[in-house]
T-cell receptor, first 112, second 113 residues
Framework: SQQGEEDPQALSIQEGENATMNCSYK?????LQWYRQNSGRGLVHLIL?????REKHSGRLRVTLDTSKKSSSLLITASRAADTASYFC????????????FGGGTRLMVKP | GAVVSQHPSRVICKSGTSVKIECRSL??????MFWYRQFPKQSLMLMAT?????????EQGVEKDKFLINHASLTLSTLTVTSAHPEDSSFYIC?????????FGQGTRLTVV
């Protein structure tokens, strides 16, 4: 079953704008990860944030985690047309931290 | 990061036949691998956990006799879709655990005609 819900389900922005995607989950987690998937392709790992972390940055990506609210957000700054893809949050629910449950995903379109 | 190779990337098969998908961890050993399925415009759903040397653990609603999983070595897990039907057409993707992270294969697009 899906653990996480993401919103929005779809997001359309202009190049240069920021894109924010939110993810909520239901149970305790070891870590939360964000992935990107281009249409019909495999997953690209973007960033992992552990349950004892609150914020993490990687290039134009900023991820926050609020374990009290069981929510996370992914911010992509200065978006580019190449950022067009589906973005999924995934929570690790086993002790090893590698068994993932995915959110519903956000389809992002960045218009040039 | 660690590399997981999945093969084939695309396969088209006739209804009623079986298809085998391989998932290999190339530079690390994985006692546990995971198989996911993704229908068009949907998210990934965990199908089963593949355990090296023992039986796979299937998620609720996944038929173990239809989706045969074999994890005979620490670097290879296979998923066989038996007696495939058009409704089995989907994107199948595996992951292998290394330490506390999961590394994904490239996925397999299965089309059953």
């Amino acid at each position: 079953s899906q653990q996480g819900e993401e919103d929005p389900q779809a997001l359309s922005i202009q190049e240069g704008e920021n894109a924010t995607m939110n993810c909520s989950y239901k149970t305790s987690i070891n870590n939360l990860q964000w992935y990107r998937q281009n249409s019909g392709r495999g997953l690209v790992h973007l960033i992992l944030i552990r349950s004892n972390e609150r914020e993490k940055h990687s290039g134009r990506l900023r991820v926050t985690l609020d374990t009290s609210k069981k929510s996370s957000s992914l911010l992509i700054t200065a978006s580019r047309a190449a950022d067009t893809a589906s973005y999924f949050c995934a929570t690790a629910v086993n002790n090893a931290g590698n068994m993932l449950t995915f959110g519903g995903g956000t389809r992002l379109m960045v218009k040039p | 990061g660690a590399v997981v190779s999945q093969h084939p990337s695309r396969v088209i098969c006739k209804s009623g036949t079986s298809v085998k998908i391989e998932c290999r961890s190339l530079d690390f050993q994985a006692t546990t691998m995971f198989w996911y399925r993704q229908f068009p415009k949907q998210s990934l759903m965990l199908m089963a956990t593949s355990n090296e040397g023992s039986k796979a653990t299937y998620e609720q609603g996944v038929e173990k006799d239809k989706f045969l999983i074999n994890h005979a070595s620490l670097t290879l897990s296979t998923l066989t879709v038996t007696s495939a039907h058009p409704e089995d057409s989907s994107f199948y993707i595996c992951s292998a655990g290394a330490d506390t992270e999961a590394f994904f294969g490239q996925g397999t697009r299965l089309t059953v005609v």
